[in-house]
């Protein structure tokens, strides 16, 4: 059944283990581009991800933000081994799944599932609710032998509140939000540590949207979950993350604790994509300064030398034009005891209090 709520509560997650559970070092995934028909020719790449690290710890959420087409949703692919790393590395325990195939990946892929974005399409309408959170027994039958699997997908509806005697309807039959339940079930089936969500809740109604958040921070503390979660609603991603990495054309430029980026941002680019939240308070909004950003988005295929954001950046010089900025802690922050001191990648980061607090 649903829960009644439309509330965001955040679960928090246990303080992480040192030792992360996946790592990924200079992730880098280019999609060629080709021109002619008879005979094709190379001219070019579209660098969808170029040089993404970061770091998952067991029982954490890392949020993944960013505008559409910065590049969240093939990082979530390549952790999956859905598409093809073009360099880098997916470490999990220590591991490179990128490099594994056959019985190897399937393995690894036991421990790390995925729940996608649009629950309409990520179904097979022409299977049972029972059938498809039961297809992965199928795979790995060590799991679930035939004779408990009925039990077992009826023991997944249940928690994921769903009415366990659903089991023999179809997908068209549910909302949405059911249709997200179905999929969250499917995710858990195997008992992974790791879900990769991409976007799980953005095809949704707000006040679904809200009950799906709050049964993803309970299944977390309940089956002892990582989540790498990815959105472009900033607000969703504050109430589950506790750490969140900003993606800006392919690169991460802000990583850092949930409090750190929201409430101390250094990177101008976060800065601009937190003055845009919708606040209700007509007062604060009044107090609030608005970053308004000039010109598109540069093409992935030929982005800017230097720091990619530097064609929209209120700070460009030219040293952001001739120097990449590295994702560190800036040197102005270095050696201080302060929220502002997380990674960002700025040759001139600085704090500025851009989301209006109660104070």
Known sequence: MSEPTTHLTKVPAPAPAREPILQVRDLVKHFPLTQGIVFRKLVGAVKAVDGVSFDLYRGETLGIVGESGCGKS????????????????????????SKLSGKALKSVRRNIQMVFQDPYTSLNPRMTVGDIIGEPYEI???????????????????????????????????????RQRIGIARGLALRPEIIVADEPVSALDVSVQAQVVNLMGRLQDEFDLSYMFIAHDLSIVRHISDRVGVMYLGKIVEIGGDAEIYEHPTHPYTQALLS??????????????????????????????????????????????????????PAVFRGLDSPAAHDSACHFAEEKRVVPTDD
């Open 74 to 97: 093939t990082v979530a692919r390549l952790l999956m081994n859905l598409e093809t790393v073009t360099a880098g590395q997916v470490l999990y325990k220590g591991e490179d799944i």
């Open 140 to 178: 790995h039958p060590e799991v679930a032998p035939k004779g408990d699997r009925r039990k077992a997908v009826e023991d997944l509806l249940d928690v994921v509140g769903l009415n366990p005697e659903y089991i023999n309807r179809y997908p068209h039959q549910f909302s949405g939000g059911q």
């Open 276 to 329: 845009a939240v919708p606040v209700p308070d007509p007062d604060a909004r009044e107090r609030r300064e608005r970053i308004i950003l000039v010109g598109d988005v540069p093409s992935p295929a030929n982005p800017p030398s230097g720091c990619r954001f530097r064609t929209r950046c209120w700070k460009a010089q030219e040293r952001c034009t001739l120097e990449e900025p590295l994702l560190a802690v």
